[in-house]
């Protein structure tokens, strides 16, 4: 297993700490199902209007952290086999997503209620991502706080695993007891789908989840704007999927882990390498890199999500009839920045449009445009190939029709964003469909190569947010691969950016609970100030020398 524990970090953690977690069911489709069902009509009641949001039924099993503690259940069913046994535990003392709720009463929170003129604590507008929804299929202008469940942090394993308390009550059960020869640990994602459980092992739904909330998602009500920033919230990183995934304290193993033999028990006695492919969806082994996959379904999902929010904008005008776009939907830092002579910005160029005009994030694009031109130039697998050649046919249009006048024209990004969003589909589909490994080590070493090459460019190394999110890919990339790094090179690189998303302090040593953002806020926001991209290229093309 991949591990990203590196020397000297930065003192950078989860910004978004404020706009963790999320639920699997959206209001008016499932955009976290398996990705071939996106436009599958909300689970009935059955799956999800008798859910059980609570954490308290896991925490009877998921709470031991060896066999011998194990309930007579999980000792029958082998459960330490094939999970860890530390999941509740973990999520309470050093996962962010287990404070998201209580951080709307802190002193953030309570900043942000006095300049934003509501309260945060009880409005929808909050609590579709600091909290678990009980009602997804209602509009979020009707919604009221007690249609969220807020006890136990208010993002608790609901949020991500499933609300449907079909799946909840059958895992638990061993097959005599529901007449079906299989458990449900083997069964097809399709059927704990149809259970309201999300099949968070495709890195494509998993990833499509983290960025409903890390970047946002319309359909659900979760759009963070100018003036939340304005009144305190923090500025929400790059999303990179792998950094985060390895930013947090684990509660779950991945399929190589030692510590969980029933997953290569299982390959093995598969009858072809397809059986395991249709239960476990993506089944890492030699033959692939694991966080490969994940940077590139990462990626491609949070442009996914952020043309949705700009389609979005575009198709809702505000109520004096101007255009939706908010100031949160373009780059910050064209704005908040030092006026330097001469400028990294300006030598970046403005191939976009006009200058003055602001820009889309930078970072949306970074890793999708690497990740497609290595496709279009690498891949054997014909799809692939052709996916990657129509790159330009998408985000790039989106960008331009964003500064063909001041905050953008409406029509023109209505059109270009649902090209965009069409071109990330299809990649999530190839992803969850293709059963030949794409991301080999050969693969994945040209990748790697691409995405340091961008990173070292002027284009992409002049702003801070494309830096990281190429970065981190970089990083993590080569953890999985296990190439050879000298330590003193990486810790000259942790000096010009973060290592991680957010730090390996997770617990408080007094309140044993995760440590929340606002005392390291600062920290962050000065790292941004003081980046500088010569010393970060360096840095970078030195480890990877």
């Given at each position: 297993?991949?591990?990203?524990t590196?020397?000297?970090?930065i003192?950078?953690?989860l910004?978004?700490?404020?706009?963790?977690?999320?639920r699997v069911w959206?209001?008016a489709?499932v955009?976290h199902?398996?990705?071939?069902?996106?436009?599958?009509?909300p689970?009935n009641k059955?799956t999800v209007?008798d859910a059980?949001p609570?954490?308290a039924d896991c925490?009877?099993c998921?709470?031991a952290?060896?066999?011998?503690?194990l309930?007579?259940?999980g000792?029958s069913?082998k459960s330490n086999e094939f999970i860890?046994?530390?999941?509740?535990a973990t999520?309470a003392t050093?996962d962010?997503?287990?404070?998201?709720?209580a951080?709307?009463s802190?002193?953030l929170?309570?900043q942000m209620e006095?300049?934003?003129?509501?309260k945060?604590?009880e409005?929808a507008k909050?609590l579709t991502?600091?909290?678990?929804d009980?009602?997804?299929?209602k509009?979020l202008?009707?919604?009221k706080?007690?249609d969220?469940?807020?006890?136990?942090?208010?993002?608790?394993?609901s949020?991500?695993h499933?609300?449907g308390a079909?799946?909840?009550?059958d895992?638990?059960?061993?097959?005599?007891?529901v007449g079906d020869?299989?458990?449900w640990?083997?069964?097809?994602?399709?059927?704990?789908?149809d259970?309201g459980?999300?099949?968070?092992?495709?890195?494509?739904?998993?990833?499509?989840?983290?960025?409903s909330?890390h970047?946002?998602?319309?359909?659900e009500?979760?759009?963070?704007t100018h003036d939340?920033y304005?009144?305190?919230?923090?500025?929400?990183?790059p999303?990179e999927?792998?950094n985060?995934?390895?930013?947090e304290?684990?509660h779950w193993?991945?399929?190589t882990?030692?510590?969980?033999?029933y997953?290569k028990?299982?390959a093995?006695?598969?009858?072809s390498p397809?059986d395991?492919w249709k239960?476990?969806?993506?089944f890492?082994d030699?033959?692939e890199?694991?966080?490969a996959?994940h940077?590139?379904?990462?990626?491609?999902a949070?442009?996914?999500?952020?043309?949705?929010?700009l389609?979005?904008a575009a198709?809702?005008p505000?109520?004096d009839?101007?255009p939706g776009?908010d100031?949160?939907?373009?780059?910050c830092?064209?704005c908040?920045?030092?006026?330097?002579y001469?400028?990294?910005?300006?030598?970046r160029?403005?191939e976009d449009?006009?200058?003055?005009?602001?820009?889309?994030k930078?970072w949306?694009g970074?890793?999708?445009?690497v990740?497609?031109?290595?496709?279009?130039s690498?891949?054997?697998?014909?799809d692939l190939?052709?996916w990657?050649?129509?790159?330009?046919?998408g985000?790039p249009?989106l960008?331009k029709a964003?500064?063909?006048?001041?905050?953008?024209d409406p029509?023109k990004?209505?059109a270009?964003a649902?090209?965009?969003r069409?071109w990330c589909n299809d990649?999530l589909q190839l992803?969850?469909?293709?059963?030949a490994?794409?991301y080999?080590p050969?693969?994945?070493?040209?990748?790697l190569?691409?995405?340091t090459a961008?990173?070292t460019?002027?284009?992409?190394?002049?702003?801070t947010?494309?830096a990281?999110?190429?970065?981190?890919?970089?990083l993590?990339?080569?953890?999985?691969?296990k190439l050879?790094?000298?330590?003193g090179?990486l810790a000259?690189l942790?000096?010009?950016i973060?290592m991680?998303?957010?730090?390996?302090?997770?617990?408080?040593?007094e309140?044993?609970?995760?440590?929340?953002i606002?005392?390291?806020l600062?920290?962050?926001?000065?790292m941004f100030?003081r980046?500088?991209?010569k010393?970060?290229i360096?840095?970078?093309k030195?480890?990877g020398?």
């Amino acid at each position: 297993m991949a591990t990203l524990t590196r020397p000297n970090l930065i003192g950078l953690v989860l910004a978004c700490t404020l706009l963790a977690g999320g639920r699997v069911w959206g209001q008016a489709a499932v955009p976290h199902a398996p990705v071939g069902l996106a436009n599958q009509a909300p689970p009935n009641k059955d799956t999800v209007g008798d859910a059980r949001p609570s954490s308290a039924d896991c925490r009877r099993c998921h709470v031991a952290f060896n066999a011998a503690a194990l309930t007579p259940l999980g000792e029958s069913m082998k459960s330490n086999e094939f999970i860890l046994h530390n999941e509740s535990a973990t999520w309470a003392t050093g996962d962010v997503h287990a404070i998201a709720y209580a951080s709307l009463s802190g002193p953030l929170g309570k900043q942000m209620e006095e300049r934003l003129g509501y309260k945060v604590a009880e409005s929808a507008k909050c609590l579709t991502c600091h909290s678990v929804d009980k009602s997804p299929g209602k509009p979020l202008e009707e919604k009221k706080p007690g249609d969220f469940f807020t006890g136990e942090g208010g993002v608790n394993c609901s949020a991500c695993h499933g609300l449907g308390a079909r799946w909840q009550q059958d895992h638990t059960q061993e097959p005599a007891n529901v007449g079906d020869p299989l458990p449900w640990r083997e069964k097809d994602p399709q059927y704990k789908y149809d259970h309201g459980m999300a099949d968070l092992r495709n890195p494509a739904v998993k990833a499509r989840l983290c960025a409903s909330c890390h970047v946002g998602n319309p359909d659900e009500g979760k759009i963070i704007t100018h003036d939340m920033y304005a009144a305190g919230h923090p500025p929400i990183p790059p999303f990179e999927l792998a950094n985060y995934m390895e930013s947090e304290p684990k509660h779950w193993g991945y399929p190589t882990d030692s510590k969980l033999p029933y997953f290569k028990q299982f390959a093995s006695k598969a009858k072809s390498p397809s059986d395991t492919w249709k239960t476990f969806r993506y089944f890492p082994d030699e033959k692939e890199s694991y966080l490969a996959r994940h940077v590139a379904a990462g990626a491609v999902a949070a442009m996914e999500a952020e043309a949705a929010l700009l389609e979005h904008a575009a198709t809702h005008p505000q109520k004096d009839g101007s255009p939706g776009f908010d100031y949160a939907r373009f780059d910050c830092s064209s704005c908040h920045h030092d006026l330097k002579y001469p400028s990294a910005r300006q030598a970046r160029g403005y191939e976009d449009g006009p200058p003055g005009r602001a820009p889309l994030k930078y970072w949306n694009g970074a890793l999708p445009e690497v990740i497609a031109k290595h496709a279009a130039s690498a891949s054997d697998l014909p799809d692939l190939k052709t996916w990657g050649g129509s790159y330009a046919k998408g985000w790039p249009e989106l960008r331009k029709a964003a500064v063909a006048r001041q905050l953008g024209d409406p029509e023109k990004v209505k059109a270009a964003a649902a090209v965009t969003r069409k071109w990330c589909n299809d990649y999530l589909q190839l992803q969850t469909d293709t059963a030949a490994p794409i991301y080999t080590p050969a693969y994945s070493k040209g990748l790697l190569a691409a995405i340091t090459a961008a990173a070292t460019s002027e284009k992409w190394s002049a702003d801070t947010e494309s830096a990281l999110a190429l970065g981190w890919a970089a990083l993590a990339i080569r953890d999985d691969l296990k190439l050879p790094t000298d330590k003193g090179k990486l810790a000259n690189l942790g000096k010009t950016i973060p290592m991680l998303v957010r730090l390996p302090e997770y617990s408080s040593a007094e309140t044993k609970r995760p440590i929340p953002i606002e005392p390291k806020l600062k920290d962050r926001l000065t790292m941004f100030a003081r980046f500088d991209p010569k010393e970060f290229i360096a840095a970078l093309k030195a480890l990877g020398e």
